[in-house]
C-alpha cells in the first residue's frame, strides 16, 4: 500500500495509442491505493479503450469534452478549470508524440492539453511511440522543453512496438508508473533533501563459479523501507543483495553480491548519507578459498573453510565515534531465534546504533518470506516499543515515522506547490 496516494486526486490523460490499455491497469492499481483518478481521454484515444472501462475501474466519470461542465458545491464550473486546480499530480500515460509536442507547445485544443496549460503541479509522462518518433530532434527537442519546466518521465522503454518491430518507445509498465508517481507526489515531504540509504537482500557469498552460501531473505523489508523513504521525500539509495522480489521504483538501486561489495558500496555512499538502515542479512563468513572451476564432486568428505566478512554497521557505528560525524542516523535490524532482547541491545550498543529492530524469525508471522512482522524497537535512549503485527509495508512507514521525529521533522510543511482548491468534487 502506498498511503501517499490515500485521498490524492490525479488526472489520468490517457492519449491515443495502442498503449492505451496499459493505462487502465495504472487507473485500477491507482485507485486501489485510495487515490480518486479522473480520467481524460483525447478523442483517439477512446478508439483504443472504452471510456466506460476507466469509469466502471476508478467509479468517476471519465472526461472527454472539452465543453463539459462540473458540479462544484452547487456551482456548474468549466471542466478543464476544476480539474487542473483540485490535481495533487497529472499524470499522462501513454504520451504520444503528438500530445507531447502540443504540451511543449502550450498548445490547448482538446481537453488534455487544455487541463495540462490550466495546470501548475507535479506532472509525470509516460511516452509511447515508435522509436524514430521518439529519437526524431522535434520529439528530443519538445522532451527538453517539458524537462526544463520540471515535468517528469518514465520510459519509454525497448521492446516490441505496435508496428511489430522492436525498439525504444514502448511505455512503462503501469506498476513503474505507479512506483514513480509514488516518489512525484512525495516530493517535498517531510524527508526532503535528505539522502536515506538501506541494505537489503541476503548476500550470496561464491563456494565456486556455479554454488554459493546464502541465507533466507528476500529483501521484502528492504524494499518496503526504501518506497516508505521516496514517498516521504527521501533521495533514497538501495544497495542490495539479490531480492526474490520487484526492486522499488523511483531510487537508486546498487546491485552486489557479496558482503565484501555491500561493505564497499556502503563506504562509497557514506558520506553523502543522513540515514543509514541495514536491512540486509549480510553473511557474516565467506568461504576462505573460492575457487574459479566447478568443484567435481569426490568420495571424500568436503570441508569448506569460513573467514569473517566485514561488519558494515559495526565499521560505520565506528566510524561515527570519529571526528567524521557519519549519517545523523543509523539503524540497525536484529533478526534472532533466541535470547531476542539481550542479542537485540548488544547490536544496538555494540554497533553503536541509535535504533535496533528487533523481529523474532522463528515465528511464523514474523521473518523471512512472509508479508508481515512483530517487531520490536530498541531505541539508544532506553525507550522499547513492541508494536503489533504488521505488514512489511507498514512496519516501514512507522519506522520512517520514527525516523521523521527523531529528526524533528514532524511538523514538516511540504514545500512543493500544491494547486489550489483541492476540495472540488467530481460529478
Ligand atoms: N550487519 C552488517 N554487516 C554484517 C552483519 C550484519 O551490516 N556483516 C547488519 C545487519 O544488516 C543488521 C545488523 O547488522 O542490521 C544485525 O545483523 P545480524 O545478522 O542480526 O547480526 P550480526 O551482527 O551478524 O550478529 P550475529 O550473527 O552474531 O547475530
Redesign the pocket.
Known amino acids: 500500500m502506498a498511503p501517499i496516494l490515500s485521498g490524492k486526486r490525479i488526472v489520468l490523460g490517457v492519449s491515443g495509442g495502442i498503449a492505451a490499455y496499459k493505462a487502465v491497469t495504472l487507473a485500477s492499481r491507482l485507485t486501489q491505493a485510495n487515490a480518486l483518478v479522473d480520467v481524460i481521454m483525447t478523442h483517439s484515444a477512446a478508439k483504443f479503450v472504452a471510456p466506460v472501462t476507466f469509469q466502471g475501474i476508478t467509479q468517476r466519470s471519465v472526461a472527454t469534452d472539452t465543453f463539459e461542465f462540473w458540479h462544484d458545491a452547487g456551482r456548474l464550473r468549466i471542466g478543464h478549470v476544476a480539474l487542473a486546480h483540485a490535481a495533487d499530480l497529472f499524470i499522462i500515460a501513454p504520451a504520444t508524440a503528438h500530445t507531447i509536442a502540443r504540451l511543449a507547445l502550450g498548445l490547448s485544443d482538446d481537453l488534455l492539453s487544455i487541463t495540462a496549460l490550466s495546470y501548475k503541479g507535479p506532472m509525470l509522462l509516460a511516452p509511447a511511440m515508435e522509436t524514430n518518433m521518439w529519437t526524431h530532434p522535434a520529439t528530443m527537442g519538445n522532451v527538453q522543453t517539458l524537462r526544463d519546466w520540471g515535468v517528469d518521465f518514465i520510459g519509454p522503454e525497448e521492446g516490441r512496438l505496435a508496428s511489430g518491430e522492436v525498439g525504444e518507445g514502448r511505455v512503462a509498465e503501469p506498476e513503474d508508473i505507479f512506483e514513480v508517481a509514488c516518489k512525484v507526489i512525495g516530493r517535498g515531504g517531510p524527508l526532503d533533501g535528505l539522502r536515506v540509504v538501506i ?1 537489503a537482500g541476503g548476500t550470496r557469498e561464491p563456494i565456486d563459479p556455479v554454488r554459493f552460501m546464502g541465507n533466507h531473505s528476500t529483501g521484502k523489508m528492504g524494499a518496503a523501507l526504501a518506497r516508505a523513504a521516496r514517498d516521504l521525500g527521501a533521495e533514497t539509495v538501495l544497495v542490495h543483495a539479490p531480492l526474490a522480489v520487484p526492486p522499488p521504483g523511483g531510487v537508486s538501486l546498487v546491485p552486489v553480491h557479496t ?1 565484501q561489495q ?2 564497499a558500496a ?1 563506504m562509497e555512499e557514506l558520506p553523502q548519507t543522513d540515514v543509514l ?8 563468513y565467506r568461504p576462505s578459498d573460492s575457487v574459479n572451476y566447478k568443484l567435481k564432486k569426490s568420495p571424500q568428505q568436503q570441508v569448506i573453510s569460513l573467514e569473517r ?6 565499521e ?1 557505528g565506528r566510524q561515527r565515534g570519529e571526528a567524521s560525524p557519519g549519517p545523523q542516523l543509523v ?6 531465534t533466541n535470547d531476542l532482547e539481550a ?1 537485540a541491545v548488544d ?1 544496538l550498543e ?2 553503536n546504533l541509535d535504533l ?1 529492530v528487533l523481529n523474532d524469525v522463528s515465528a511464523p508471522d514474523s521473518g523471512f518470506a512472509v508479508d508481515t512482522n512483530r517487531v520490536t524497537l530498541f531505541e539508544r535512549d532506553g525507550n522499547r516499543e513492541a508494536w503489533p503485527l504488521m505488514s512489511k509495508d507498514e512496519v516501514a512507514q512507522a519506522i520512517m515515522q520514527r525516523i521523521v521525529a527523531r529528526l524533528g521533522r514532524l511538523d514538516w510543511k511540504r514545500s512543493q506547490p500544491k494547486a489550489e482548491d483541492g476540495s472540488i468534487e467530481s460529478r
Open positions: 541494505t558482503a555491500m561493505y556502503v538502515i541495514g536491512a540486509a542479512a549480510v553473511a557474516d566478512t566485514p561488519d558494515i554497521l559495526h560505520v539503524i540497525g535490524f536484529a533478526a534472532e542479542n547490536k555494540r554497533k535496533v
